[in-house]
């Protein structure tokens, strides 16, 4: 099965970076992703990792280590508008079912 | 412009009622999905299909069934709503195999 481990939440301040992590416990994996969700909106897709290593896009960067079973969400430059939850979730290689976390809900203050 | 819809937004039913709740997608993808999402659950998989007269069980299909008779859609009923039903419904699609998946606007649906 599938566990996957968030922080509930996190506070952050405007114009900072902020890292949220992500565990996971698959007994099949193909592929991480990070998605936002602003509050009362649908998810929205922000990365895809399949092999180690950074992938940066824009203001958001994302880590994935398969070996420890740990990826991280980068945000720079944070703005009011990224107050929203982060949402990690795996695609497991056995049935391409994409798992998602309970999610973290990121504080930003001026 | 593709897209995916939900229909209604907005739903409030009472206990035992049948209930169906619509999904319809336009970019022609195989993979369907629908979750629900609650408070200190984050989204959890009811069920999804990977093509035509293919559904699956995901991990809280207890209560719920779909059908898939095209491409474009996969509604989703409660055959006898109960209150521990009421949460958000969304629907999402993806690529066959492939890529990440696109969710729909979600339903509220309450119990009562």
């Known amino acids: 099965g599938q566990n996957i481990d968030q922080p509930t939440e996190m506070t952050a301040t405007e114009g900072a970076i902020v890292q949220i992590n992500c565990t996971y416990q698959?007994?099949?994996?193909?592929?991480l992703f990070w998605y936002q969700q602003h509050a009362g909106e649908a998810p929205t897709f922000l990365s895809y990792n399949v092999l180690d290593g950074l992938e940066e896009k824009g203001r958001f960067s994302s880590f994935l280590s398969r070996s420890k079973g740990y990826s991280y969400l980068l945000l720079k430059e944070l703005q009011m508008k990224d107050s929203a939850s982060y949402l990690c979730a795996v695609r497991d290689g056995r049935d391409d079912k994409i798992i998602f976390g309970k999610g973290t809900r990121l504080h930003i203050l001026p | 412009d593709a897209e995916i819809t939900q229909s209604p937004r907005h739903k409030i039913t009472e206990t035992g009622r049948q209930v169906t709740l619509a999904c319809h997608q336009t970019w022609n993808h195989n993979n369907m999905f629908w979750y629900r999402q609650d408070l200190g659950h984050g989204l959890r998989l009811i069920h999804y299909?990977?093509?035509?007269?293919?559904?699956n069980k995901g991990e809280v299909s207890d209560g719920y069934s779909v059908s898939r008779s095209n491409t474009e859609d996969l509604p989703l009923t409660l055959e006898s709503a109960a209150s521990s039903q009421t949460s958000v419904y969304f629907c999402?699609?993806?690529?066959?195999?492939?890529?990440?998946?696109?969710f729909g606007p979600g339903t509220r649906l309450t119990v009562l």
């Open positions: 999402a699609s993806s690529p066959q195999s492939q890529g990440d998946q696109f």
């Open positions: 299909s990977y093509g035509v007269q293919d559904t």
């Open positions: 698959t007994s099949g994996f193909n592929g």
